[in-house]
């Protein structure tokens, strides 16, 4: 079966569930993909607000806070809200699909990097150095301006493909499940639990 | 350890959560304590949309109508959309009060029994025959026009509280869990976990 991993690295719930998603690909036999999207765009197309939680009510929004780091100690994974939200993601976005497009290896022990930099460690993933250390590749770095159209492209497929926010997972391109919450459904859909319609 | 069961009969989350509820004050011997409030007025109280899945994107109300009878399924309980929706649950609310404030006996069958009506039979919450049929007594029935200013204070005594969403359990006074999802936390909190702050 098939895992799709739709991600973004501004989003903190998407970084909990890259903590996790290895695992479950691991103990399931998936075939694991981890899919690029621009979230904000993705908002857009949907017609959504584009910061969710900071157009939530006050009470909610101390919430959320709470949520993500319960989550983080749920789960033992480092974590620590950034001191500058919104993050803009394009960038190692585009680094990611240049390591796809140039054929420069496996992208995913950046991608775990990047995450970690941006939300256990407060690091500014905006930052070409920072990605550098990150451990992307100058030729990423220098293609990504052209992977401009590429990321277009990628998160027009996730609005195909029925996504509306981060993370979401793909199972054998049918079922959807959207949600660092909803992992334990994912795991049990990919061992043949079959949701209902 | 006191566990607060913050409901409405108008949220779909809070019947799947109204499901599992007693089970988890069972198995952990926290005191369950059903708290009423009308969700509508908590989602003004606020600041929020009054109903939240009319306010979503498409993509997301065809997941959020998915994602409810994913849960029926996970958790064995039965479940059906009502052809009316939102569902106004003023009466069963005031009529849950009155049991209350005449001391006439648990209101949980009741409680439980509506749920059911609204959530598994489609059936009509706002009649009273169908209260009735749920074991409402005629003494609650008739002092139902009575409870609007209760219903209004546990309304606000949610608010108070932190509530900004049904379901809402809080444990011990102090530790807040919204959603039908947040259960297994809310299990291990009442063993002795302690959240992060």
Known sequence: MTLDFWFDFSSPYAYLASTQIDGIAARTGATLRWRPMLLGAVFKEVGQVSVP????????????????ARWATWWGVP???????????????????????????????????????????????????????????EAALAAAPEMKQALIDATSAAVAAGVFGAPTCIVDGTWLFWGQDRLDMVEKCLNGWVPPA
Request: hydrophobic fraction near 45%.
């Open 53 to 68: 939680m900071a157009a939530a009510s006050p009470a909610k929004q101390l919430y959320y806070v709470q949520d993500m």
């Open 79 to 137: 974590y620590r809200f950034p001191s500058a939200f919104p993050i803009r993601s394009i960038l190692p976005l585009r680094t990611f699909l240049a390591y796809e497009a140039l054929g420069l290896g496996d992208p995913l022990p950046f991608a775990r990097a990047v995450y970690h930099a941006a939300w256990a460690e407060d690091r500014d993933i905006t930052d070409p150095d920072v990605l550098r250390a990150c451990g992307a590749p």
